[in-house]
């Protein structure tokens, strides 16, 4: 019997264990909860802060901060059978991140440790499940060039073919992948248990590279996933369950993780000017996802709700105005392939990776509302504009995310799935502020929503885009600014004397204010699919400072829950203790203590 106070746990010590190797933060385990409705029994890694969040978050298992080759199965696991092996281990020397760097033996081996457990005699687990990045699959013999230790590219994929081989039907003593194998696993070559390599450990095995928006992420996220049994049952990949094809929920997005009660400062009149190519970012995410983005989409700041397309009935209207039309971006920092191409998304799409770095930026474009005299002849541009947005209560509106990854143009839509989190603070909310100015009237304040938008199914605003000669009365606020961003950084050529408008319904919008801010820890968490009750920080648990650059790293580092609660689900659910998948924290204690 396990107490604590999410309630009491009663094990039933004939059942199988749950083991989660490489733990991290506690991704695959609360993936695998979920699926079963019951607790992972242990859990394994050699980092305290990963750790701490763990074992806060996953108070019934027992917790081993461990080399996870100093793991003896036996002695943890009491001589107890495991059901379920989950292995996740560091991917950063096989992650084309790592460019041309110099890799690590020691780090690229540690899947050997799978092997260690697979060729125990009471513990060895019915199933393994093993996550990586899909570079996993080049995994080869190093080769030292220019003092460098780096993969040997004509060996690609050796050392790995090696260890599916001696995983499932063994492999010949002359292949260097079993050398390799017994100097990790500390085992002589000729000795008894080398000798179950050769003859290979009886799984059959199954792998497939799987994005995490298809099994309902808000991230494309994409990763290597290998299924092993020996218990002659058949291997499941499930089918997607989200994406755009027939009978498929529509894909989860950056939007609903972004919480849009908090501000974006401005980027114009900072103490320390943004650099050259943030900025660059910002323009032509501005450019590509703002002011050439063709379909807004409503924003509703009720709890719960995610966006929707203007091409849909709105949500329950409320006594406040809480419905807001967006055409966000997001601006990310991935490395660009080329010298013209905008790195960006959509916030109705799923975010790119999420890994252990934030690199990604909210841009939101703030319009004022605008009077002035007639339409200049042929000043119309080539494409329409999308509809613009407002804020209500710091909420912001016309947003982007920029992602912090190197190279020039990186951006993508806010209504997109979210791109890759790393383990550094490198993603950033931009948000373009609107103010609203009337003939003859002050200027509304910019928390302030813009007068009634309209929307119903099948009908959206017309929208006309084009220049027209500045009056000199009105207040432009960083107009001046914004037109030199887009001139300097997005091929514009706009004059001193012209604006850029946007008219919709007859009334005359401009670019007042670009804001940018960090995307914060707990909205990362959301968009690498973690339950919203999960408990990111810790502090008031641990009694220590726990700070938001370590739970971005715990965040970046984790396997998607959505993808490891598919898994678990299609190929171990004798071993539920639920019906179905839960969904929350509080639905799995619940089953737990039941």
Sequence with gaps: MIKTREGIYQDNFLRELIVDNFAGGGGASVGIELALGRPVDIAVNHDENAI??????????????????????????????????????DCKHFSRAKG???????????????????????????????????????????????????????????????????????????HPAFAEACEFLKIAEDGIEASKLLRGLGYNVKFKEIKACDYGAPTIRKRFYMIARRDGQPIVFPEPTYGTGKGLKPYRTAAECIDWSIPCPSIFGRKKPLAVNTLRRIARGLDKFVIRNPKPFIVSNN?????????????????????????????????????????????????????????????????????????????????????????????VTVANLIHYYGGADHASKADAPVATITCLPRHYLSATHLGVFRKNTDGKDLREPLPT??????????????????????????????????????????????????????????????GLRMLKAHELMLAQGFPPDYILDIEPYIGKKYSEAKQIARIGNSVCPQVA????????????????PLTTIAELNKAISA
């Design 100 to 174: 041309g760097k110099p890799v690590e033996k020691k780090i690229r081996g540690l899947s050997w440790v799978i092997l260690k457990w697979a060729m125990s005699k009471l513990s060895a687990p019915r199933v393994i499940f093993m996550e990586n990045v899909p570079e996993i699959q080049t995994w080869g013999p190093l080769k030292e060039v220019d003092g460098k230790t780096i993969p040997d590219p004509e060996r690609a994929g050796e050392t790995f073919k090696g260890f599916i081989a001696m995983l499932s039907k063994g492999i010949s003593a002359t």
């Design 303 to 395: 709890t719960g709700n995610a966006p929707h397309g203007t091409d849909e009935p709105l949500l329950t209207i409320t006594t406040g105005n809480r419905n807001f039309l967006c055409t966000p971006s997001l601006l990310q920092y991935h490395t660009e392939q080329s010298k013209g191409e905008v790195r960006g998304q959509k916030l109705n799409e799923p975010i790119m990776t999420v890994d252990g770095s934030n690199r990604y930026a909210l841009n939101a474009a703030f319009l004022s509302k605008y009077f002035s005299g007639d339409q200049q002849a042929g000043a119309s541009m080539n494409e329409p504009a999308p509809t613009v947005t407002a804020i209500d209560h710091n909420a």
């Design 565 to 580: 609660t598919a898994l678990i689900y299609a190929n171990c659910a004798d071993m539920a203790k639920s019906k179905k």
């Design 453 to 514: 938008l309209t929307t119903s199914a099948g009908h959206m605003a017309q929208i006309k885009t084009y220049f027209e000669k500045i009056d000199e009365a009105q207040n432009l606020g960083y107009w001046n600014e914004v037109r030199e961003l887009l001139n300097s950084y997005a091929g514009y050529d706009i004059k001193d004397d012209e604006i850029l408008l946007f008219e919709i319904d007859g009334v005359k919008y401009f670019i007042s204010d670009i």
């Design 52 to 89: 701490a969040m763990h074992k806060v978050n996953h108070p019934y298992t027992k917790h081993y901060q461990e080399d996870v080759f100093a793991i003896e199965p036996e002695e943890v696991t009491d001589g107890r059978p495991v059901g379920i092996g989950w292995f996740s281990p």
